[in-house]
């Protein structure tokens, strides 16, 4: 069954570095999304995205964020200068048309911002 | 108020007990609605759509409660495996929404 897979694991960086955070949806899906999951913390959602551009985002995905989808398969989240408090897992999810509508989820990216 | 709210739990029930968790949803509009399971720094993974007529997956039976805007998830005959955060979420038009998750622990 396709998986939405998501590069690296896991990543440290420093504070001020630009992180690029990559996921590969499922290929036949339209609507791609990012969540961040602050430890203990429940999922937040940060963007979404369709048709080539963002359809939505929360306050959480300042001018810091970035999203891109560069060729036909790739999905990237950047951060521009991090911050402490953008350690997190950050996962990538698809969206499956059809009735319900349903999103199946990367395995996420660990970030870590020392 | 929040858009989805769920009782954190945690739940500790004995193998082979029945849970049940509730739900609530702050949007009349919403149009989809969903149980995820996620373990400990897992990704979330979907265990059901929730129907509206209701919908049920083995041990898992999922209902909708539209007029009072909530949702339940009751788990019969549970599994040590069954032990997770149960996350309710909520689709309106296409953005969605989680609650912070139910966490469950099934003893031996």
């Known amino acids: 069954e396709p998986e939405v897979t998501q590069t690296p694991s896991h990543q440290v960086t420093q504070m001020g570095q630009e992180v690029i955070l990559r996921c590969v949806p499922i290929?036949?899906?339209?609507?791609f999304y990012w969540y961040r999951q602050i430890l203990g913390q429940k999922v937040e959602f940060l963007v979404s995205?369709?048709?080539?551009?963002?359809?939505?985002k929360s306050e959480i995905f300042d001018d810091q964020f970035s999203v891109e989808r560069p060729d036909g398969s790739n999905f990237t989240l950047k951060i521009r200068s991090t911050k402490l408090e953008d350690s997190a897992m950050y996962f990538c999810?698809?969206?499956?048309?059809?009735?319900?509508?349903?999103?199946?989820f990367g395995p996420g990216t660990r970030l870590t911002v020392l | 108020r929040k858009e989805v709210e769920q009782d954190p739990g945690p739940f500790n029930v004995p193998e082979g007990a029945t849970v049940a968790f509730n739900c609530t949803y702050s949007?009349?509009?919403?149009?989809?609605f969903f149980w995820y399971r996620q373990d400990c720094r897992k990704e979330p993974k979907l265990l059901m759509s929730?129907?509206?007529s209701g919908n049920e997956d083995g041990r898992f039976t999922a209902q909708l409660n539209r007029a009072s805007q909530y949702i339940s998830l009751l788990i019969r005959d549970s599994k040590l495996s069954d032990s997770a955060t149960y996350l309710c979420?909520?689709?309106?038009?296409?953005?969605?929404?989680f609650g912070s998750g139910t966490k469950l622990n099934v003893k031996p």
């Open positions: 999810a698809s969206l499956r048309e059809g009735a319900y509508n349903e999103q199946f």
């Open positions: 290929s036949n899906h339209l609507y």
């Open positions: 995205f369709y048709n080539n551009e963002i359809s939505e």
């Open positions: 949007n009349s509009a919403s149009q989809s």
């Open positions: 929730v129907y509206s």
């Open positions: 979420v909520v689709n309106n038009f296409n953005k969605f929404y």
